[in-house]
């Protein structure tokens, strides 16, 4: 497959026989010296690591290249099949796509889809911008294209979610978006493959899209729209660039990591691990209210003559978020919601602005006087309906012996350091606590919640079976 890209960056090639053979570059390209448009320059002399004289191109533009192996490997080939290169960076990659916002471009990456059996997948959603969250963008690279669907036209993305293609994803961090997909348009696939999950378990340290890009291409991913709005239209193009490349580098990093999956013995893991994904995605709750949500970080240290107006401020500042839709840590933050929910019980029922701590900017006009009537209000709650100072205790689970829960801890550690596994992949502490109190082994191992390779590895060493 031949592909265009934009780079930046300093190519060296290898094995150049001559001039005539360089790798073919097309566009601006500019170097130390200066390039015409369209030229090669040379830089001789130069030496590799291992000391072997290579020549040196500086490029700005886009290139043309065959590209049959990863950006930056050691057998990188240009379009004329002459040269051997690798690459020494950084290199910032630009590829094409195409913005689907009619329904003739939906049909048509439908159709493409329909020809595949996979694709790789990601979202933008917005939670920092609004109240509401919203799924804002849909990217999606398949059969060497690139596509940016945006859900946030009438488009019906009905004949998207049917496409054989989008039955099978490769997705980074797939838990958040195919909550976002399922919650917002029902949609579940077949099968995931998560880079991020995968890498877990071959051991890698650094498993951020950007570190994977890096490690195994070269290529700098830039992290400046990582809390833009996404709801912003038309869509600025660094925007848009941003949001491709979190899909471009899925489809050759699941390839590089299934390779080493299976070379150790770990891809039935990371396949049944990715499954067990996609069923907590449609039958846990997205984002689901709780009563006791005002009971924020920090409110345990409040008094109930405090709680009564931080309960008081949480209320107010939803309904305010919602009105201007805008996430509720805009309209004021949690600790200042804790310091003016103690200075009120202090001061009460004398509440007015100026004893009160220092207030945001905006608060004036209508703002200031909901928020004052909302503590008012408060302040004439009876003591008796005031909230208790600890939130309510659920049910205590029974705790199993220390000894047994600590040497069970060890015994898994051992396991998965044979496996190279970090031990909470294996098993975490509320799986272990419930491996580790007595019950038949069907009641242990539905308790602790254990996937099938979890439980085939850890049963034998614990002496469950």
């Given at each position: 497959?031949?592909?265009?890209?934009?780079?930046?960056?300093?190519?060296?090639?290898?094995?150049?026989?001559?001039?005539?053979?360089?790798?073919?570059?097309?566009?601006?390209?500019?170097?130390?010296?200066?390039?015409?448009?369209?030229?090669?320059?040379?830089?001789?002399?130069?030496?590799?690591?291992?000391?072997?004289?290579?020549?040196?191109?500086?490029?700005?533009?886009?290139?043309?290249?065959?590209?049959?192996?990863?950006?930056?490997?050691?057998?990188?080939?240009?379009?004329?099949?002459?040269?051997?290169?690798?690459?020494?960076?950084?290199?910032?990659?630009?590829?094409?796509?195409?913005?689907?916002?009619?329904?003739?471009?939906?049909?048509?990456?439908?159709?493409?889809?329909?020809?595949?059996?996979?694709?790789?997948?990601?979202?933008?959603?917005?939670?920092?911008?609004?109240?509401?969250?919203?799924?804002?963008?849909?990217?999606?690279?398949?059969?060497?294209?690139?596509?940016?669907?945006?859900?946030?036209?009438?488009?019906?993305?009905?004949?998207?979610?049917?496409?054989?293609?989008?039955?099978?994803?490769?997705?980074?961090?797939?838990?958040?978006?195919?909550?976002?997909?399922?919650?917002?348009?029902?949609?579940?696939?077949?099968?995931?493959?998560?880079?991020?999950?995968?890498?877990?378990?071959?051991?890698?340290?650094?498993?951020?899209?950007?570190?994977?890009?890096?490690?195994?291409?070269?290529?700098?991913?830039?992290?400046?729209?990582?809390?833009?709005?996404?709801?912003?239209?038309?869509?600025?193009?660094?925007?848009?660039?941003?949001?491709?490349?979190?899909?471009?580098?899925?489809?050759?990093?699941?390839?590089?990591?299934?390779?080493?999956?299976?070379e150790c013995g770990k891809l039935a893991w990371v396949e049944?691990?990715?499954?067990?994904?996609?069923?907590?995605?449609?039958?846990?709750?997205?984002?689901?209210?709780?009563?006791?949500?005002?009971?924020?970080?920090?409110?345990?240290?409040?008094?109930?003559?405090?709680?009564?107006?931080?309960?008081?401020?949480?209320?107010?500042?939803?309904?305010?978020?919602?009105?201007?839709?805008?996430?509720?840590?805009?309209?004021?933050?949690?600790?200042?919601?804790?310091?003016?929910?103690?200075?009120?019980?202090?001061?009460?029922?004398?509440?007015?602005?100026?004893?009160?701590?220092?207030?945001?900017?905006?608060?004036?006009?209508?703002?200031?006087?909901?928020?004052?009537?909302?503590l008012l209000d408060a302040a004439k709650v009876p003591e008796?309906?005031?909230?208790?100072?600890?939130?309510?205790?659920?049910?205590?689970?029974?705790?199993?012996?220390?000894?047994?829960?600590?040497?069970?801890?060890?015994?898994?550690?051992?396991?998965?350091?044979?496996?190279?596994?970090?031990?909470?992949?294996?098993?975490?502490?509320?799986?272990?606590?419930?491996?580790?109190?007595?019950?038949?082994?069907?009641?242990?191992?539905?308790?602790?919640?254990?996937?099938?390779?979890?439980?085939?590895?850890?049963?034998?060493?614990?002496?469950?079976?």
């Amino acid at each position: 497959m031949i592909v265009r890209n934009e780079v930046e960056g300093i190519v060296i090639l290898s094995q150049l026989q001559s001039r005539a053979n360089r790798a073919e570059v097309i566009a601006e390209m500019r170097g130390p010296s200066g390039l015409n448009s369209g030229e090669g320059y040379f830089f001789h002399g130069a030496k590799d690591s291992n000391q072997q004289e290579v020549n040196v191109i500086p490029i700005r533009g886009s290139i043309h290249a065959w590209r049959d192996s990863p950006l930056g490997s050691d057998n990188w080939r240009v379009i004329d099949n002459s040269a051997v290169g690798c690459y020494i960076g950084p290199m910032f990659v630009h590829p094409p796509y195409i913005l689907v916002e009619t329904q003739d471009a939906l049909r048509n990456l439908a159709k493409i889809l329909d020809g595949v059996t996979e694709c790789a997948l990601d979202t933008e959603a917005d939670s920092m911008h609004h109240y509401h969250v919203r799924l804002c963008l849909i990217q999606i690279t398949v059969a060497g294209q690139n596509f940016i669907v945006d859900p946030l036209t009438d488009l019906d993305l009905k004949p998207l979610w049917a496409a054989r293609g989008m039955k099978n994803l490769i997705i980074h961090g797939a838990d958040y978006d195919l909550r976002m997909l399922h919650n917002t348009f029902g949609f579940v696939p077949e099968t995931v493959f998560d880079t991020m999950i995968a890498a877990k378990f071959l051991g890698i340290e650094r498993i951020g899209l950007a570190h994977l890009v890096e490690g195994q291409f070269g290529v700098h991913l830039s992290k400046a729209n990582q809390k833009a709005d996404w709801t912003i239209r038309p869509l600025p193009e660094d925007m848009k660039q941003y949001a491709i490349l979190d899909t471009f580098f899925l489809a050759e990093i699941k390839e590089n990591l299934t390779k080493q999956l299976q070379e150790c013995g770990k891809l039935a893991w990371v396949e049944e691990t990715c499954n067990h994904i996609i069923h907590q995605a449609e039958t846990s709750p997205f984002m689901e209210d709780d009563e006791e949500d005002w009971r924020i970080r920090g409110s345990i240290r409040l008094h109930p003559n405090e709680l009564i107006f931080l309960k008081a401020l949480f209320y107010w500042r939803e309904q305010e978020a919602e009105r201007l839709d805008r996430p509720p840590f805009k309209v004021l933050s949690p600790d200042s919601m804790l310091d003016l929910a103690m200075e009120c019980a202090y001061v009460t029922p004398d509440i007015r602005p100026e004893v009160l701590p220092r207030l945001p900017r905006n608060f004036t006009g209508d703002r200031l006087q909901s928020f004052l009537n909302a503590l008012l209000d408060a302040a004439k709650v009876p003591e008796s309906q005031w909230p208790d100072r600890e939130k309510k205790q659920r049910t205590r689970t029974p705790s199993p012996d220390s000894n047994r829960l600590e040497e069970f801890r060890s015994i898994r550690d051992d396991v998965a350091s044979k496996c190279n596994l970090e031990p909470t992949l294996l098993a975490n502490r509320q799986a272990l606590v419930a491996l580790a109190m007595p019950g038949s082994t069907e009641e242990l191992r539905r308790n602790a919640r254990c996937l099938d390779w979890q439980w085939n590895l850890l049963a034998p060493a614990l002496g469950l079976l």
